[in-house]
């Protein structure tokens, strides 16, 4: 494909706003299975371009290929077959062209995140992007597209505030728990996870006072390089278990494939603790917490989802400023289908430009047969003032060309073309059509 055709620009998808936790989690991308999907992708849909995003709160296929409005059934049938069980259409959303554009630069810019201004999102575009790159799923037109993407987000945070104060979904998740108790000055929490959630969930706590706080991983050495970078106690990850025996609130954010805690861990700890309630909180995808657990007595387990009262508390705030962010979105969106639309008439503009120099030069050489010998001085001058007459007869035609192609009149704009290139040329472009 020569150029961008807004038409082949496909975004399927599901979100934390079309579908439950449990389809989000049956399709979440597992370590290293993106150039898996992607290539099985490639073999059965004929796609060559594909950018894969999978976040605790989304999971979308963003495609650019010749009619995609075909693959959609495929695309379904591929989630299903990893999913293991039948995915409802309701769950997921197709936006097409403009409209593809407008989410990938939303998506990119956090405005259509849970956490409304989050600054997670935007590196986890790059991320997707990064390693469809490296795995050769990225062509010029999913490059334009991803390029302008960034670079619309980077306005919108120096433009507006609504990075301001950031959150995310691991500050959300410590601020649920302070709904739950209060003042957490005399609370203690262990943070299970030492990933970027993590880390800001860490953070957030110790913000808010809490009393003891351990962190734990797979990797103790990960655990210890956050304690000493902030505060806490790093607890061995075989000790996890004596560890619920003693806090209040678990907030899980780990990597793992499978659940680390289930309802039996939760009823042989709860033994312990002696009817003492314990909360907790599991923000990881696929969830890393048992939903059983939360079913054992004095046991409250939120998940994810449970966030979006916090998020529909704190959104207010950012309100205004979502909505200069929203302007800049659609800004941005025309002055990209324009820049492609005035790409497409670029390579007719040049082949026009080159055509009429052809012709000067050729018309040159008879002049300076019939002139005879005159100086290279007075040769120079004549050239230049016929390059000036054909720029200067071009000119309002180009212009005009470039101002048809903006308003989507191609058909005028290979007039333009018709009319100025030589037939030769316009029988071969019409012939390859």
Not at 127 to 132: D, I
Request: with cysteine; aromatic share 8%; glycine share 6%.
């Amino acid at each position: 494909m020569t150029t961008f055709e807004e038409e082949n620009l496909l975004v399927h998808g599901t979100s934390f706003r079309t579908s439950p936790l449990e389809v989000r989690e049956a399709l979440a991308l597992k370590k290293s299975e993106d150039e898996k999907l992607l290539h099985k992708i490639r073999t059965s849909l004929y796609v060559e371009e594909c950018v894969i995003l999978s976040t605790c709160n989304r999971f979308e296929f963003i495609i650019y290929r010749n009619h995609p409005e075909e693959i959609i059934d495929g695309i379904i049938k591929i989630n299903e077959e990893r999913a293991g069980f039948p995915l409802q259409k309701t769950h997921f959303y197709n936006f097409f062209g403009r409209d593809a554009i407008r989410h990938i630069f939303r998506v990119t810019s956090s405005l259509d995140s849970m956490v409304l201004g989050e600054p997670q999102i935007t590196g986890q575009v790059k991320s997707a992007y990064e390693s469809s790159l490296k795995l050769g799923f990225i062509g010029k037109n999913l490059r334009k597209v991803f390029e302008r993407a960034f670079f619309v987000a980077k306005r919108i945070r120096n433009e507006t505030a609504i990075g301001e104060n950031p959150n995310s979904v691991g500050s959300q998740a410590v601020e649920l728990a302070e709904s739950i108790f209060g003042d957490l000055s005399k609370r203690k929490a262990i943070v299970i996870g030492t990933g970027e959630m993590g880390e800001i969930a860490i953070k957030s706590f110790l913000s808010r006072g809490i009393s003891k706080l351990y962190i734990t991983s797979r990797s103790i050495e990960r655990a210890e390089e956050l304690c000493s970078l902030y505060s806490g106690e790093a607890l061995p990850f075989k000790d996890l278990y004596r560890g619920l025996e003693e806090v209040d609130i678990v907030l899980c954010s780990s990597a793992a494939p499978h659940y680390i805690i289930t309802k039996t861990d939760i009823k042989n700890v709860m033994k312990k603790r002696r009817g003492s309630p314990l909360f907790l909180i599991d923000i990881s995808l696929p969830r890393n917490i048992d939903p059983e657990a939360g079913k054992v007595d004095n046991v409250y387990l939120y998940h994810i989802d449970d966030l979006q009262q916090i998020v529909d508390k704190n959104i207010k705030k950012r309100k205004e400023e979502a909505i200069k962010s929203e302007r800049i979105v659609e800004e941005e969106v025309e002055k990209f289908l324009q820049r492609m639309k005035e790409e497409k008439i670029g390579p007719v503009i040049a082949r026009v430009y080159k055509t009429a120099d052809s012709i000067r030069r050729k018309e040159l050489e008879e002049l300076f047969k019939m002139l005879g010998n005159i100086s290279e001085h007075q040769k120079k001058a004549i050239e230049d003032f016929s390059v000036n007459v054909v720029r200067k007869i071009l000119h309002k035609p180009a212009t005009r060309a470039k101002e048809w192609a903006r308003d989507g009149d191609f058909y005028l704009a290979e007039a333009f073309f018709a009319l100025f290139g030589e037939d030769d040329e316009v029988e071969g472009r019409n012939e390859g059509k």
